[in-house]
């Protein structure tokens, strides 16, 4: 074997240097954050051909002092910190003092800087270990920091960097993300001597959510609740989308600790879990959340580019994202279904309808609602008149000043599937069946079953082994004893559905999806009556358990436009 001998300093430099500086944007990132944290109002971005070939980085902050400047581009000098046990209470988002260091080893580096109380400001260069003298130079107050060259000693680096286009493209996303945390700094990107976009400071945050999440999307963002994390250790803030408003991937789910934007998975699973029952399979939210913890809480010195952090009180912080985000949820939507169902003024006064009688003679509705929690009692004085039913799979309805269209079956799987959940909650017993039902399942089916027997039971259905892959129901959730139960679709729909959400909410869902009123079927006028008079008592009462709206409102003004009338 070769022997063991020390590394030279420039060797040194550049692997530290290939820890932290990975492309274009790792150099943005590294001199924007020192920007903020040296106070910048206004951050300015230049490129040239996606910053393989120039990048510079101009603020109005504070600055770096004559003496300093050769400091600032030596490797681990730093202001931030000053002994070890700094580490444990980190309140900016540099702190190690690599950054520039590890710019000037692969690329070199030109710092022009000036403090407020300093006549002319100063110049240093430094490029690989060797640094220049630092000079005097015309200069406003703040830095202009230039980086050229950069991977020229490093050729092999070059050759993975995508096209100019695709690493000016990073670097515009995260500088407009990053932006966010900081809507009271004015940032500008400028390429190829074109301004590219400005961000202005804004008053309010929402102003900011709109330059980056576009006008449209960002109108259907619903702000935190004030008191959605009440148990929290620090502060949760933030936007969500709308249920119904998503997309094909999680890029946009961004999160801010500290201040610091973390490209993790630290609370993907809170979005998931948040959104249970309110997000379609295969679809995902986006938003936006700001967690402030004390800074002994968090640890950003797990990662060379602190992309992650690691919390003390991960798995808090975690359920107390995603009550704040299921509870947001949960009012939202009541607030829509108030909208969606309250009377509106019109110059006729309106159509006042009383409560009417609920007939209990329906073998196959009205059985399950009366496990519903509520009672009849608790319905609003003015109810939605239902008119009929459409291609037997939909139910029309108005409340006089405008119509409703609502999903049988859609609504009938809301109100079981939470009929299901307070039926375990409350461990209220099954329904048994007086002539029990047995159903043959392939390989797959009772490999699935078994896996889910245990919840089953939980939910009301209880399945017992009848003999090789087959089984016999003998009870299920009170009020489904007169409905059939599709065990072989609802055993399918488990086995092909994601895993990402709680097994108890994927299982109890399609229990309730496969036990209720299916599209196509025909249902008689008290049945939709008590159909839709029972939604309004859920608590999520405009979207099934997996996520698909219950219903859509069509108000005077939406009729007239397609009337042609406005």
């Known amino acids: ?109 030109d710092v022009l800087s000036r403090t407020p109380s300093a006549q002319i400001g100063s110049r240093i260069v430094a490029h690989a270990e060797r640094a220049e003298p630092v000079e005097p130079a015309a200069a406003p107050v703040g830095t202009r920091i230039a980086v050229t060259e950069l991977f020229a000693n490093v050729p092999v680096r070059r050759e993975y960097l995508k096209s100019p286009s695709a690493e000016f493209t990073r670097i515009s996303s995260w500088l407009s993300t990053f932006a966010l945390a900081y809507p009271h700094v ?65 890029r946009m789910q961004l999160l801010f600790v500290n201040g610091r934007l973390l490209r993790s998975t630290l609370l993907a699973g809170a979005w998931t879990a948040g959104y249970q029952t309110f997000a379609m399979i295969g679809r995902h939210p986006y938003g936006v959340l700001f967690l402030d913890l004390p800074p002994e809480h968090v640890d950003p010195n797990v990662h060379p580019t602190k992309s992650d952090v690691r919390l003390r009180y991960g798995t808090q912080v975690f359920d107390a994202a995603r009550r704040a985000i299921a509870t947001t949820l949960r009012d939202h939507a009541m607030q829509r279904f108030r909208d969606a169902t309250a009377p509106q003024a019109s110059a006729g006064g309106g159509l006042s309808l009383a409560p009417q009688a609920i007939d209990a003679s329906l073998p196959h509705v009205q059985s399950l609602f009366e ?160 159909l839709v008079d029972r939604l309004q008592l859920c608590a999520n009462p405009m979207h099934c358990p997996h996520g698909r709206p219950t219903m859509l409102r069509l108000n005077p003004d939406d009729i007239a436009r397609m009337f042609k009338r406005i």
């Open 371 to 530: 496990a519903q929690i509520g009672s009849p009692d608790d319905l609003p004085a003015r109810r939605l008149r239902v008119l009929s039913q459409v291609h037997r799979t939909f139910i029309l309805a108005s409340d006089g000043d405008a119509v409703l269209l609502v999903d049988q079956h859609a609504a009938h799987e809301r109100i079981a599937y939470e009929t299901i959940v307070a039926r375990a909650h409350d461990r209220a017993p099954s329904e048994p069946l007086l002539v029990p039902i047995v159903v043959e399942l392939d390989a797959a089916q009772s490999a699935a079953l078994e896996r889910a027997r245990e919840l089953l039971q939980e939910g009301g259905l209880e399945i017992e082994a009848f003999g090789e892959r087959t089984y016999r129901i003998s009870a299920t959730p009170a009020g489904y004893g007169a409905r059939p139960f599709d065990l072989a679709g609802f055993l399918d729909d488990l086995t092909d559905e994601p895993k990402a959400r709680d097994v108890r909410e994927r299982i109890w869902a399609s229990l309730a999806c496969h036990s209720v009123t299916v599209a196509g079927e025909r249902l008689e006028l008290d049945e939709m009556t008590t």
């Open 186 to 250: 004015t940032f500008v990107l400028r390429h190829d001597g074109k301004d590219v976009w400005t961000m202005p400071s804004t008053a309010t945050l929402r102003e900011r959510l709109a330059m980056v999440f576009g006008r449209e999307a960002a109108a259907t963002l619903i702000e935190l609740g004030r008191d959605a994390a009440p148990t929290l250790d620090g502060s949760l803030r933030g936007f969500i989308s709308a249920p119904g408003s998503d997309r094909g991937d999680r």
């Open 1 to 109: 074997m070769p022997f063991i001998h020390l590394l030279d300093s420039v060797t040194v430099g550049q692997i530290a240097a290939g820890e932290i500086i990975e492309r274009p944007q790792s150099v943005v990132k590294e001199l924007v954050e020192n920007a903020v944290d040296a106070g910048a109002a206004r951050v300015v971005v230049v490129l040239e051909r996606g910053g393989t070939e120039h990048i510079e980085v101009i603020d109005d902050g504070a600055g770096i002092a004559p003496d300093d400047l050769p400091l600032a581009v030596r490797r681990h000098a730093t202001s931030k910190l000053r002994v070890a046990d700094d580490l444990e209470s980190i309140g900016t988002l540099g702190f190690r003092g690599e950054g520039l260091a590890s710019i000037a080893a692969i690329a070199r580096l």
